[in-house]
């Protein structure tokens, strides 16, 4: 469904990611793993189209969609959870889903009910102002506010980084629950949430991908990936 090739990008005059190419199967669960540096935020960024690439295609459901707008993007389906968290602070845990659900035209009940169901302690919150969650509470909330409209690939920024391990299984078990039913591309360091959850799995290192694991029983070897963080 998402088909990248020879991507190159680069802020200003640093080159930061050299020639990937990556591909997506429908309803794959892709993981991207590397470390600080590497490029892998950059990457989710050009995708969801926050960043034009210097060259290389990308390609969804075999239309080309390089350069094309966020909001363009979204209306296809992508949608691109970020690795800051950032939730409106001041806004109701509702009113926050409440705004992606006006800006996609989609009823608010209907995705209200989407991200209740996806974690429904959000309902015990719904009042509270969204800068009082902890911050696990504001990955769900992101990844709900994501689910709004008709989402096709989704793409998330390191979802489990510096929450406290209880939270992680809670994110855990929630991407697990969405498994199949869309596409994903995710960032992430902790490998027991990566090889417990991961199609395949890209290795990036300095710009470029160094190594694609999709045999099973490499995927689940956290040894062999431990080596390249
Ligand atoms: N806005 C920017 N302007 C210039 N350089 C940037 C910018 N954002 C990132 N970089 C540089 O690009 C390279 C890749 O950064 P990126 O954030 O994509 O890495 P990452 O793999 O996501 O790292 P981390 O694991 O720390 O999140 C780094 O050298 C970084 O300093
Ligand atoms: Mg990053």
Same mark, same amino acid.
């Given at each position: 469904?998402?088909?990248?090739?020879?991507?190159?990008?680069?802020?200003?005059? +640093?080159?930061?990611?050299?020639?990937?190419?990556?591909?997506?199967?429908?309803?794959?669960?892709?993981?991207?793993?590397? /470390?600080?540096?590497?490029?892998? &935020? @950059?990457?989710?960024? @050009?995708? +969801?189209?926050?960043?034009?690439?210097? &060259?290389?295609?990308? *390609?969804?459901?075999? =239309? &080309?969609?390089?350069?094309? !707008?966020?909001?363009?993007?979204? =209306?296809?389906?992508?949608?691109?959870?970020? %690795?800051?968290?950032?939730?409106?602070?001041?806004?109701?845990?509702?009113?926050?889903?409440?705004? +992606?659900?006006?800006?996609?035209? @989609?009823?608010?009940?209907? !995705?209200?009910?989407?991200?209740?169901?996806?974690?429904?302690?959000?309902?015990?919150?719904?009042?509270?102002?969204?800068?009082? #969650?902890?911050?696990? %509470? /504001?990955?769900?909330?992101?990844?709900?506010?994501?689910? $709004?409209? $008709?989402?096709?690939?989704?793409?998330?920024?390191?979802?489990?980084?510096?929450?406290?391990?209880?939270?992680?299984?809670?994110?855990? *078990?929630?991407?697990?629950?969405? *498994?199949? $039913?869309?596409?994903?591309?995710?960032?992430?360091?902790?490998?027991?949430?990566? @090889?417990?959850? !991961?199609? =395949?799995?890209?290795?990036?290192?300095?710009?470029?991908?160094? *190594?694609?694991? $999709?045999?099973?029983?490499?995927?689940?070897?956290? !040894?062999?990936?431990?080596?390249? #963080?």
């Amino acid at each position: 469904m998402l088909e990248i090739s020879q991507l190159h990008v680069a802020y200003g005059h +640093a080159h930061v990611i050299h020639g990937i190419d990556l591909v997506v199967k429908p309803g794959e669960m892709v993981f991207i793993v590397g /470390r600080n540096g590497a490029g892998k &935020s @950059t990457l989710l960024k @050009t995708i +969801a189209g926050l960043i034009k690439p210097a &060259s290389g295609g990308i *390609r969804f459901e075999g =239309r &080309s969609v390089v350069g094309e !707008a966020p909001e363009k993007l979204a =209306r296809s389906g992508f949608r691109f959870v970020a %690795q800051d968290k950032k939730v409106f602070s001041n806004l109701s845990v509702r009113a926050n889903i409440a705004l +992606a659900a006006h800006g996609s035209g @989609t009823p608010v009940e209907q !995705a209200w009910s989407k991200a209740v169901q996806l974690y429904p302690k959000l309902d015990e919150f719904r009042e509270l102002p969204a800068g009082r #969650l902890s911050g696990g %509470q /504001r990955e769900i909330l992101l990844i709900g506010r994501a689910l $709004t409209g $008709t989402p096709r690939l989704l793409l998330i920024d390191e979802p489990t980084e510096g929450l406290a391990a209880i939270v992680i299984e809670d994110i855990f *078990r929630i991407l697990n629950g969405m *498994r199949h $039913t869309l596409s994903f591309i995710i960032v992430e360091q902790n490998l027991s949430v990566v @090889t417990r959850l !991961a199609d =395949r799995i890209y290795v990036m290192k300095e710009g470029q991908i160094i *190594r694609e694991i $999709t045999h099973r029983g490499e995927l689940t070897d956290t !040894a062999q990936l431990e080596a390249y #963080l």
